[in-house]
């Protein structure tokens, strides 16, 4: 079993932000990283959403599964 990496202490710059933004040429790209950036959600999390865990009247998004427990 690998041992768990040591904990982040930096984090992306708005500057850093933004170049990473304008590089995202492609929509779903764009998506992806627009989601991970404002919901801090793994890439598991995010790649496994469904479309009714998305409440847009509400502007929510319940990342937990249907069904599932926390």
């Known amino acids: 079993m690998l041992p768990n990496p040591p904990p ?3 984090f992306l710059r708005v500057h850093e932000v933004r170049r990473l933004l ?3 040429h492609l929509p779903h ?3 992806y990283v627009m ?3 404002h919901t801090l959600q793994r890439p598991i999390g995010i790649f496994s ?3 009714e865990q998305v409440d847009l009247d509400w502007g ?3 990342f937990l599964p ?3 427990v926390q």
């Open 29 to 31: 790209l764009r998506l």
């Open 35 to 37: 989601l991970a950036l």
């Open 66 to 68: 249907p069904g599932a």
């Open 60 to 62: 929510r998004i319940d």
């Open 22 to 24: 304008s590089e995202c």
């Open 8 to 10: 982040r202490d930096r």
């Open 49 to 51: 959403l469904r479309a």
